[in-house]
């Protein structure tokens, strides 16, 4: 049954969107996009790049205000809240982690990760012991004192996901994350953060091309060109129209049948 507009979602659907629309510049970037994921569920958004991976993702994180669409965190309506909603909720119950660290340079590298914390005003020394819990846990507790410009690129992406998961949030999204590392340090990062998401029901959703990453989910999401891939297809398949007749046999063609007869 479809829910009426503005209803909310079912309970047990952590994020729920339904018909997202957005463009860029004219070009579309995601086009009538439906998807529900559960507490917990860890989501992998799969295709090729321009399919609409990163739109989503920003559109469910309240980065973007959808075009037209809704979008729910528990039974939450995201896109009629205002800018200063929107940021509040990412700040404390979202955890992002790009493709890109962005650290701070003139902060140390606990500093870094504790970010979310100092910004939703907890104690200097509370967020501190936080942010060092979950360096030492990425095998990265040495560099705690030091500046992200001391930590090579794939030490400097496990502090950007301290950072993503320091406030335990609800939610992590995460946009081709393992993209920049080599497979060894992919696994490392990718563990932890399944791992981290099980053990605290943290509910994730990846956008991803990568298959070892896209494997490592519950689910699947296959988008291509901003729309769900199997719609994408048929929409392909009817704009084709049905196929023609066989061609028309030469005359030269039925006397080699003849002949093979």
């Excluded at 410009?149 to 993503?164: I, M, S, T, Y």
């Amino acid at each position: 049954m479809v829910a009426p507009p503005d209803s909310a979602p079912p309970d047990n659907d952590v994020l729920w969107a339904r018909s997202l629309h957005y463009s860029h510049s004219s070009s579309p970037g995601l086009v009538g996009v439906s998807v529900a994921v559960r507490q917990g569920e860890i989501l992998a958004l799969t295709g090729p790049r321009g399919s609409g991976k990163t739109t989503l993702l920003r559109c469910l994180s309240g980065q973007l205000r959808p075009e037209q669409g809704e979008v729910w965190f528990n039974s939450v309506p995201v896109h009629t809240m205002g800018v200063l909603a929107r940021e509040r909720l990412r700040r404390e119950r979202f955890g992002w982690i790009g493709p890109e660290p962005q650290l701070l340079p003139e902060l140390k590298v606990w500093e870094n990760a504790a970010l979310p914390l100092l910004l939703a005003g907890a104690s200097y020394r509370g967020a501190r012991h936080a942010a060092c819990e979950w360096l030492d846990r990425l095998d990265i507790g040495a560099f705690a004192r030091k500046r992200p410009g001391a930590l090579n690129r794939a030490e400097c992406q496990r502090v950007a996901l301290a950072r993503a998961l320091v406030n335990e949030p609800a939610v992590i999204f995460g946009d081709e994350p393992t993209a920049p590392l080599h497979r060894a340090e992919r696994a490392l990062l990718l563990r932890t953060l399944t791992t981290a998401a099980r053990s605290h029901g943290i509910t994730v959703v990846l956008a991803t091309h990568d298959e070892e990453t896209a494997a490592a989910a519950d689910r699947r999401l296959a988008l291509l060109d901003g729309r769900p891939a199997a719609t994408a297809t048929a929409t392909a398949a009817a704009a084709a129209g049905p196929p023609g007749p066989p061609p028309a046999e030469t005359a030269e063609g039925q006397a080699a049948c003849s002949l093979s007869a």
